[in-house]
C-alpha cells in the first residue's frame, strides 16, 4: 500500500520536474533574464524606438483631443470668443433636455437590439455557410457592403421607401392604393435599424466565418466518431473556440453603435425636412445638431459634453464586455 502512494507521488514529482525544464538554446537561463541584467537593458532600449512612435502617435491624436474635449465642456462657448467656465453645468443642461435622453436611449436600441439581431443572424449564416461549396464567392458578396459608405445606404433607403419608391411600386399591383408612410417621423427609427442590420450582417458574418473556419477538422472528426448531435458540436467545440472572436466582435460593434451618424443624417433628411425627425436622432447627431446645426448661436460646451458621454459610454461597455466575455485562452 506505502508503494503504490510513493509512485505516483514519485512519479508527479518526476513529471514536475521534467515539465520544469528548460530545452537547451531556446531560452535565456533565468539569472540572464532578471532585472537588470543584459537581456533586460536591451528590452528597455528597443522599447523607445518601437514603442515611442507609437505612443507619441496615440497621444496627440487621442489622448489631447479627448482631455480638450472634457476642458471644452466645463465651459460655455459659441466655437469663438471667450470662454465662460460653468463647471458641471452643461451635464446638467442635457440631462434634463428630453431630446438627449430619447437620442441616447436609441442609441441604446442600436447596441443592444440591432445587434443582438445582427450577432444572431451572422453566425446563423456562419454556420449555413461554413460546408457549403463556393463559400469564399459568398463571403466577398456579403462583406462588398461594409466596403461602401453609410452615405449611400442612407439615399438608397430614402429611394426605396419614399411615396413613389420602389416599396409602394411593389405593393401597388396587389391593391395598395394607399401605401404606408414609411417615411413618417414614427416609421423611420424602425427602417433605420432595420437597414443597419441588412448592411452589417455581412461584415460580421465575414470575421465569424474566419473564426469558424480556423478550427481543426480533427475536432469535427473526434465529435462524428464519439456520436455527437449538431447541438452538442455547437456547444462544445465552435462556440468555445470561437468565443475570442465572438467578444472582439461585441467591442467592434459597440464603439460603432455610440457613433452612427451618417444613415440616420442622410435617411432620416430624405423625408425632406432636411434635419431628421428627433424620433430618429442618436447621440452623435444630437452631438452635431448642438454643436453646428438647428440653431443661431452654437452651444459647443453642451455638445462636448454629450460627446464625452459618449465616450464614457463606449468605454465602460468595453471594459463590462472584456471583463463579461473572459475566458481561458483556448490553443489549438
Not at 200 to 206: C, L, S
Not at 227 to 246: E, H, N
Not at 269 to 285: D, M, R
Request: hydrophobic residues 50%; glycine residues 8%.
Amino acid at each position: 500500500m506505502s508503494i503504490g502512494l510513493k509512485e505516483p507521488r514519485a512519479g508527479k514529482a518526476a513529471a514536475q520536474n521534467t515539465a520544469s525544464r528548460k530545452p537547451a538554446g531556446r531560452k535565456a537561463p533565468a539569472q540572464d533574464r532578471r532585472p537588470g541584467s543584459s537581456i533586460d537593458v536591451q528590452r528597455k532600449k528597443l522599447l523607445v524606438p518601437f514603442v515611442g512612435p507609437a505612443f507619441v502617435l496615440y497621444t496627440v491624436l487621442f489622448i489631447v483631443p479627448a482631455l480638450g474635449a472634457v476642458w471644452i465642456s466645463l465651459h460655455k462657448w459659441a466655437g469663438s470668443g471667450p470662454m465662460k467656465f460653468v463647471g458641471l453645468d452643461n451635464y446638467g443642461r442635457i440631462f434634463r433636455d428630453r431630446l438627449f435622453l430619447s437620442s441616447f436611449g436609441n442609441t441604446l436600441l442600436l447596441l443592444f437590439v440591432v445587434g443582438a439581431a445582427i450577432f444572431i443572424l451572422a453566425f446563423a449564416m456562419t454556420l449555413v455557410l461554413r460546408d457549403m461549396a463556393g463559400k469564399k464567392m459568398v463571403r466577398n458578396v456579403i462583406f462588398f457592403p461594409h466596403l461602401i459608405n453609410a452615405l449611400v445606404f442612407g439615399v438608397l433607403a430614402g429611394f426605396i421607401f419614399n411615396p413613389g419608391g420602389m416599396v409602394n411600386s411593389l405593393l401597388a399591383p396587389f391593391g395598395v392604393t394607399d401605401p404606408p408612410k414609411w417615411l413618417a417621423q414614427d416609421n423611420i427609427f424602425p427602417l433605420i435599424m432595420v437597414t443597419l442590420v441588412c448592411t452589417t450582417t455581412g461584415y460580421f458574418t465575414t470575421i465569424l466565418m474566419a473564426g469558424v473556419d480556423r478550427i481543426p477538422p480533427y475536432y469535427y472528426e473526434d465529435c462524428a466518431l464519439a456520436g455527437a448531435s449538431a447541438f452538442q458540436r455547437l456547444r462544445y467545440v465552435i462556440l468555445p473556440l470561437t468565443w475570442d472572436v465572438f467578444g472582439t466582435c461585441a467591442v467592434l460593434w459597440t464603439i460603432s453603435s455610440v457613433k452612427i451618424f451618417e444613415i440616420v443624417w442622410v435617411f432620416g433628411g430624405s423625408s425632406g425636412a432636411g434635419v431628421p425627425p428627433t424620433q430618429s436622432w442618436t447621440a452623435a447627431v444630437y452631438t452635431y445638431v448642438n454643436a453646428f446645426s438647428g440653431q443661431s448661436t452654437p452651444a459647443y460646451g453642451a455638445a462636448t459634453a454629450s460627446a464625452v458621454l459618449s465616450l464614457a459610454l463606449i468605454s465602460v461597455l468595453v471594459v463590462l464586455l472584456r471583463r463579461a466575455m473572459r475566458r481561458d485562452a483556448v490553443e489549438f
